[in-house]
């Protein structure tokens, strides 16, 4: 079976072609700042996403019509259960609607595969969405009874790669603890326990500043400045998905790039120190809630590739700690694998 996976980031979509279990090929279509900052709404970046896919399909001689499925990446739609759901309009009028819980790039996977399944008339899937909510209780409460913590994270990435370190290190999933570390455009830090992620910290609420995020801010500094005027209330959402973190400092998200400048840059090289504290911090965080008991920590994404940046997260934690290091995300694969599954009905799709 052929299956295409769509996973829109904030500055780029990634699609993969497999062929069953087999990656047969794949793109990271990078899409330019202006364009995108040309668009008021996220869902106006939909016809710009989708056209860039069809072109590569065509240019590589791909036919929409020769997949058997379609999977896109689930957004912060809202709570729901880990697990495969197939695409209804539902979920399509609730993102056109804005019934979702936080503005992110991954609520176009569901409306772009969706209108590949109108075209194609073939099936199109979600598999662990960002708003996977399996959270504890006890994670969720907040200083003031009007607000909420939500379990929104990388849920797809940081379960498929759970799932590949419980298998590697011959323990059963669904009866192991680990945290996982999402270092990527996004940065989230997930304590993860017999299969569930039962807490989260995360660069949109409560985690470390990422590339694209601004992470956990002090509220009353952030209600003078909007006061002041030198933080519009139209713009926060976009401090929390494009614009904040390190984009917000230096007017990029490449780490690659400010890696090479932070030699000669101290300034560069302090802010990406501090991001890295951060991570730490959340991660010794994350211990607490399973009690000091789990089996290492995970550390996956982009950011894990870099030895300097992995250096400077274990800097801030104790020597003993046990590592296993998954560099790159494994998103693509999981979106596939899942679809896979769902249409020789391995899994049981769930309703959204």
């Given amino acids: 079976m052929r299956i295409l996976a769509v996973n829109p980031g904030s500055t780029s979509t990634k699609i993969a072609i497999y062929e069953d279990e087999n990656l047969v090929d794949e793109h990271n279509i990078k899409h330019s700042k202006e364009e995108l900052n040309g668009c008021k709404k996220i869902t106006e970046e939909l016809p710009i996403r989708k056209k860039a896919i069809e072109q590569f399909l065509s ?70 969405p960002i708003s996977t909510d399996e959270m504890a209780d006890i994670a969720r409460i907040t200083g003031h009874p009007k607000v909420k913590l939500a379990a929104l994270t990388h849920a797809l990435n940081v379960r498929a790669c759970a799932r590949k370190t419980a298998k590697e290190l011959g323990l059963d999933f669904f009866n192991s603890n680990f945290i996982v570390a999402h270092l990527g455009g996004g940065i989230s830090i997930n304590a993860v326990s017999n299969g569930k992620i039962i807490d989260v910290l995360e660069g949109r609420q409560t985690g470390p500043f990422s590339p694209t995020s601004c992470g956990v801010l002090p509220v009353k500094t952030v209600i003078k400045l909007i006061n002041k005027g030198e933080i519009q209330i139209d713009n926060i959402d ?3 998905s494009k614009n904040g973190g390190l984009t917000a ?17 101290k300034n560069i090289r302090d802010v990406l120190e501090a991001m890295c504290f951060q991570i730490a911090k959340a991660i010794n965080a994350q211990k607490t809630i399973l009690k000091g008991i789990y089996n290492c920590v995970i550390i996956t994404g982009g950011l894990a590739k870099s030895e300097v940046i992995l250096g400077w997260i274990k800097r801030w934690l104790p020597e003993n700690e046990k590592y296993y290091i998954i560099p790159g995300e494994h998103e693509m694969e999981a979106l596939a694998l899942g679809a896979l599954r769902a249409l020789k009905n391995e899994e049981t799709i769930l309703e959204y």
């Fill in 59 to 128: 240019s590589n001689n791909y036919d929409l019509n020769s997949f058997d499925g379609f999977a896109g990446r689930g957004g912060p739609l809202k709570p729901l259960k880990a697990g495969i759901y197939k695409v209804t309009k539902k979920i399509i009028d609730d993102i056109n609607n804005g019934n979702y819980q936080t503005l992110h790039a991954s609520l176009l996977g569901s409306m772009i595969v969706y209108e590949f399944s109108e075209i194609t008339n073939k099936p199109s899937f979600i598999v662990d």
């Fill in 238 to 240: 976009d401090l929390y």
């Fill in 249 to 265: 400092y230096f007017g990029t998200d490449d780490v690659k790039e400010l890696l090479e400048k932070s030699k000669e840059d």
